[in-house]
């Protein structure tokens, strides 16, 4: 294979990796700013409004929402019956770390329950209005 022949079959390999990249990083900025609902469980309706609040100050989420629910769990061998607040936490994927992180940082329970829901559909200018409010950039 001559100089030239070289010089296009590398070319066109690197067009093909920054091709790539460029998918992938459209991608993962796609996913980064997916929709996911972010739940957790506390004991009061103050903690839960407190946190509720800091998640917002820092955005890293557009809304919380806070429900009081029944609870019937096992805990340290016992089952047991409590009052809750659900926490349900409207966020992106990419702020998923930072929501966690915040979350056990002001959660009062020995092994608080954290977890994401991810969301199948979303009306669109909805989903807009999750991803430009938590982004963590406050």
Partial sequence: IGAGAFRARVARAVAARCATDAMTATHDARLAAT???VVTTIGSRAEAQDMARALIAADLAACVQVNEIDSVYTWQ???REDQEYRVVVKTVEGSYAAVEAAIR???SYELPAIHAIALAHV???YGEWIAAHSNGRR
Wanted: hydrophobic share 40%; proline share 17%; aromatic share 0%.
């Fill in 35 to 37: 929709p996911i609902l």
């Fill in 77 to 79: 061998g016992e089952m």
């Fill in 105 to 107: 940082g002001l959660h």
């Fill in 123 to 125: 009306h669109a200018p």
